[in-house]
């Protein structure tokens, strides 16, 4: 079974999520999401791991939310995965997928849920 984190080594959270997993003797494909983001079909799969919406898992305090209009609420879910592919900076961090599960490190003790 495959363990990927979408990581932003700038991040604290993240750096934390993934050295808790790697304490548990796990190495996981780490896709820097900001050099690499998802497409919008793997993002609608990973809301779909996740059980949530792709709201649920946007940052709406980054500037780049309000300046990529993601504020609008008449956007369809597939406007608004296009937008999150296109400004992967309002993405959350990290997100954790071991198979078909998958969880948000925030706290990242999140991830010994799915290991």
């Known amino acids: ?16 999520t993934l050295a808790l997993i790697e304490e548990q003797g796990r190495t996981p494909e780490i896709i820097e ?38 504020d609008n609420e008449s956007l369809t879910e597939a406007q608004i995965l296009d937008l999150m592919v296109a400004n992967p900076k309002v993405i959350e961090r990290p997100i954790v997928i071991n198979g078909e599960k998958a969880v948000v490190g925030r706290p990242p003790e999140n991830v010994l849920n799915i290991l």
Do not use: F, W
């Open 1 to 16: 079974m495959s363990l990927v984190i979408y990581h932003n080594p700038r991040c604290s959270k993240s750096r934390q």
């Open 33 to 70: 999401y900001l050099k690499t983001p998802p497409t919008s079909q793997e993002l609608a799969q990973i809301t779909k791991k996740l059980g949530v919406t792709p709201r649920d898992i946007m940052r709406t305090k980054e500037a780049e939310y309000k300046e990529a209009g993601l």
